[in-house]
């Protein structure tokens, strides 16, 4: 008998959006660098200080659709509804930021911050990629993408990461002048965080089954090795 613990995908789905800011902005907090896929709407957001760090995860997750679309030339009602979780998961980045400001920021506490951080974001993923529904852009591009040019996730999550350093690094010095948003930290996550989010997948799928409540049937798993 399956001893395993069912777990709603829906329910997973809204865990996510919490668990992904919370690492980003934990990361942030650290001062070490910020994951390498939010690196990217922050230098925006420190160039064009009107639109909030949320708000330019909007423009970004789009691209990131619209390049899904044009890899895989389809278009399906998931990449809108991806779309709206993205906005809701910008929401959230926003409202972290009210209260994490509040935390101190000695040395060894910034260090417990992006441990959590990272630890935090792998885990989000790992919930992302198993519930099987329409998931934040940013977390179902490197999950669709490996599908469509079939190869490992944690290897295509590891080069998206690392496209995602580089990319901020070049807008950081044509807008600002100096780097912004980049640490040893960014480089640390864009090397381990898929390896991270394969262990926490192994760990989940021996103890969790995901199950759509709406329509009582399983979700399909999406292989991470």
């Given at each position: 008998m399956d001893k395993r613990v069912k777990a709603p995908a829906e329910l997973l789905l809204i865990c996510v959006i919490f668990i992904n800011s919370l690492g980003v902005q934990?990361?942030?907090?650290?001062?070490f660098g910020i994951s390498a896929i939010s690196s990217v709407p922050y230098v925006f957001s420190r160039v064009f200080t009107s639109v909030s760090f949320g708000g330019w995860n909007y423009v970004f997750q789009s691209m990131l659709v619209l390049t899904l679309v044009i890899a895989s030339r389809k278009f399906t009602p998931s990449y809108i509804v991806s779309f709206l979780v993205g906005i809701g998961f910008?929401?959230?980045v926003d409202v972290h930021s009210l209260w994490l400001c509040y935390l101190p920021a000695l040395f060894y506490l910034k260090v417990i911050y992006f441990i959590l951080g990272m630890l935090i974001l792998s885990f989000g993923i790992c919930i992302a990629n198993s519930c099987g529904l329409p998931i934040i852009p940013t977390d179902m591009f490197p999950r669709d993408f490996s599908k469509i040019i079939d190869k490992k996730y944690k290897c295509v999550k590891t080069a998206f990461?690392?496209?995602?350093?580089?990319s901020t690094v070049l807008l950081s010095l044509c807008f600002i002048g100096k780097i912004e948003g980049i640490g040893?930290?960014?480089?640390?996550?864009a090397l381990f965080t898929g390896k991270i989010v394969s262990a926490f997948q192994a760990k989940f799928e021996k103890r969790f089954i995901v199950y759509r409540a709406i329509t009582t049937k399983?979700?399909?798993k999406h292989a991470v090795c």
């Open positions: 934990f990361m942030t907090k650290s001062g910008g929401k959230m990461d690392l496209f995602c350093l580089i040893i930290g960014t480089v640390i996550c399983r979700t399909t």
